[in-house]
């Protein structure tokens, strides 16, 4: 008979891996019985927690897990250990599956190298309700996940198996922190910034794309891949040119940002157009918009397909002239061209 031998402490091996994931240690005593049923007693106790382990997404082998940067992130990752810099977060939305009631919360991370978006689900969104984390904190993830987000670009999720806590890294993010305004002509990729300008036109394309009720995730031939088949929930997507002045710049309104443009939320707006039938309301909706003012924070990408810049809008607002103002007031102050 020949067995298995993985070296190292059992109870040192049960606490690695009560670190990196959510278990108990007695629940994952329990995973290393049965990982040892399983093999009919020819691998040890250590061998099955290494096994345990491997299935969990960590190695304990090599006692230091490699931290990715968000710049490097893909969709599909497993595992994946990363830190950044809490740009935004966003408001929590709430919502029902199957009459139980939920809560999401989306927020932007940042680093160096570039940044990402965080779904935080239920349970998870206590640490923001509860204050443990705010914007300006630096966080890490620790066995967490990502997944394509709407855009095409990687999501991180944090599973049952994965943490998130407040750091103590220093981090200092590739763009601003607060999205420091700049000229739309000074646009690059990966940045995080604010452009104020007006909205010159809007594209004559389906406002509407569909997700899951449940997740909120993206469907694929209708169907979700968490959730399988679901009836498809409607959501707004608009997109425009902004023109400051200096340049202009093709911007995505997306989600909750669209409904702020629009005025109403997707639901309504869905209702509005006959359910997709008659786009003529929203367009004329829309017209009425030309010529306002915006604020808008968000990231600049490259549109793949275009091969141009493109600005994905984080936050909307309306120009509030006594606000802007202040902004110009404090600015000159800073720079000591004037003494308030």
């Given at each position: 008979?020949?067995?298995?031998?993985?070296?190292?402490?059992?109870?040192?091996?049960?606490?690695?891996?009560?670190?990196?994931?959510?278990?108990?240690?007695?629940?994952?005593?329990?995973?290393?019985?049965?990982?040892?049923?399983?093999?009919?007693?020819?691998?040890?106790?250590?061998?099955?927690?290494?096994?345990?382990?491997?299935?969990?997404?960590?190695?304990?082998?090599?006692?230091?897990?490699?931290?990715?940067?968000?710049g490097n992130i893909l969709s599909g990752m497993r595992s994946i250990n990363i830190k950044g810099k809490i740009m935004k977060i966003f408001d929590?939305?709430?919502?029902?599956?199957?009459?139980?009631?939920?809560?999401?919360?989306?927020?932007?991370?940042?680093?160096?190298?570039?940044?990402?978006?965080?779904?935080?689900?239920?349970?998870?969104?206590?640490?923001?309700?509860?204050?443990?984390?705010?914007?300006?904190?630096?966080?890490?993830?620790?066995?967490?996940?990502?997944?394509?987000?709407?855009?095409?670009?990687?999501?991180?999720?944090?599973?049952?198996?994965?943490?998130?806590?407040?750091?103590?890294?220093k981090i200092t993010p590739k763009t601003s922190e607060k999205g420091k305004r700049i000229k739309i002509s000074n646009l690059t990729p990966g940045?995080?910034?604010?452009?104020?300008?007006?909205?010159?036109?809007?594209?004559?394309?389906?406002?509407?794309?569909?997700?899951?009720?449940?997740?909120?995730?993206?469907?694929?031939?209708?169907?979700?891949?968490?959730?399988?088949?679901?009836?498809?929930?409607?959501?707004?997507?608009?997109?425009?040119?902004?023109?400051?002045?200096?340049?202009?710049?093709?911007?995505?309104?997306?989600?909750?940002?669209?409904?702020?443009?629009?005025?109403?939320?997707?639901?309504?707006?869905?209702?509005?157009?006959?359910?997709?039938?008659?786009?003529?309301?929203?367009?004329?909706?829309?017209?009425?918009?030309?010529?306002?003012?915006?604020?808008?924070?968000?990231?600049?990408?490259?549109?793949?397909?275009?091969?141009?810049?493109?600005?994905?809008?984080?936050?909307?607002?309306?120009?509030?002239?006594?606000?802007?103002?202040?902004?110009?007031?404090?600015?000159?102050?800073?720079?000591?061209?004037?003494?308030?």
């Amino acid at each position: 008979m020949v067995h298995f031998v993985m070296y190292g402490n059992l109870d040192g091996l049960i606490n690695k891996i009560v670190e990196n994931t959510e278990l108990s240690p007695s629940e994952i005593e329990n995973l290393i019985k049965e990982k040892e049923n399983e093999f009919s007693g020819l691998i040890t106790p250590e061998g099955a927690a290494h096994i345990v382990a491997k299935e969990l997404g960590l190695n304990l082998l090599n006692s230091t897990s490699k931290e990715l940067k968000i710049g490097n992130i893909l969709s599909g990752m497993r595992s994946i250990n990363i830190k950044g810099k809490i740009m935004k977060i966003f408001d929590v939305r709430e919502f029902k599956k199957n009459d139980e009631p939920g809560k999401v919360v989306n927020m932007i991370i940042a680093d160096e190298t570039g940044q990402a978006r965080i779904s935080l689900w239920n349970e998870q969104v206590k640490i923001i309700e509860d204050g443990k984390i705010k914007e300006g904190d630096v966080i890490e993830i620790i066995n967490g996940y990502t997944k394509e987000d709407s855009f095409g670009g990687a999501e991180i999720r944090i599973g049952k198996l994965g943490k998130i806590k407040k750091s103590d890294a220093k981090i200092t993010p590739k763009t601003s922190e607060k999205g420091k305004r700049i000229k739309i002509s000074n646009l690059t990729p990966g940045m995080n910034s604010e452009i104020r300008g007006v909205v010159v036109q809007f594209f004559e394309t389906n406002p509407f794309f569909f997700v899951c009720p449940e997740c909120g995730g993206k469907l694929i031939d209708g169907k979700c891949k968490e959730h399988g088949d679901v009836k498809p929930k409607p959501v707004l997507i608009i997109s425009g040119v902004v023109d400051d002045g200096y340049g202009n710049v093709r911007v995505v309104f997306f989600r909750e940002q669209a409904e702020k443009i629009l005025g109403m939320n997707s639901e309504d707006a869905y209702k509005l157009a006959e359910e997709g039938k008659n786009l003529n309301p929203l367009r004329e909706k829309l017209e009425s918009i030309l010529g306002k003012e915006f604020i808008i924070n968000g990231r600049t990408k490259v549109n793949k397909f275009f091969e141009k810049l493109e600005f994905i809008a984080d936050e909307v607002k309306e120009v509030n002239p006594e606000e802007e103002a202040k902004t110009i007031l404090n600015s000159l102050e800073e720079k000591k061209i004037i003494k308030m």
